[in-house]
């Protein structure tokens, strides 16, 4: 299960270009890179467990992606995406060692009123089916609070601010 600060998306804008970085959610303790498939491109490097990377520019449209082990040039998932130009993505490499999967997910969002934060949920377990989030104050019983969002596996809610 992972919370991130991200939108689901892409686009398609071909030209000009995105900006790019790896979030590292996988249950395994490897490192891993983000590399541009098309023109061999590293994007990010040694990205540990529960870490993200800074922010690469890569080329908008279409584009396949490989995570890898670091340092090595062998892929262990490969993925393509279209990105819109002037965006930014996460890549989010989750999942256990035998079974990594890649996704992609679009952080463009507007800026929420002050004192207020936006989160979006992002379902990396294929096992847990749908789950349900809750936002309360430390003191509420979670039988009192109310459902923020709803997320099936694999899937992204909208951003909840």
Do not use: H
């Not at 996988?26 to 023109?39: G, H, I, V, Y």
């Not at 993505?89 to 800026?111: F, P, T, V």
């Amino acid at each position: 299960l992972a919370l991130t600060l991200a939108a689901c998306g892409g686009g398609g804008d071909s030209g000009g270009s995105a900006s790019i970085r790896l979030v590292n959610l996988t249950s395994s303790n490897s490192s891993f890179d983000l590399a541009d498939a098309d023109d061999e491109k590293t994007l990010a490097s040694g990205v540990a467990a529960d870490r993200g990377s800074e922010r690469a520019e890569v080329g908008a449209g279409e584009t396949s992606f490989e995570l890898r082990r670091a340092g090595n040039d062998s892929a262990v998932v490969t993925a393509s995406w279209s990105l819109t130009k002037g965006l930014k993505y996460s890549a989010i490499a989750y999942g256990a060692e035998g079974s990594l999967k890649m996704a992609m997910l679009e952080e463009d969002e507007d800026q929420p009123d002050a004192g207020k934060a936006r989160l979006r949920l992002y379902n990396t377990s294929a096992d847990s089916g749908t789950l349900d989030l809750y936002l309360t104050a430390s003191d509420t019983a979670l039988e009192d609070a109310s459902i923020t969002t709803t997320v099936a596996a694999s899937g992204a809610t909208g951003f909840v601010t």
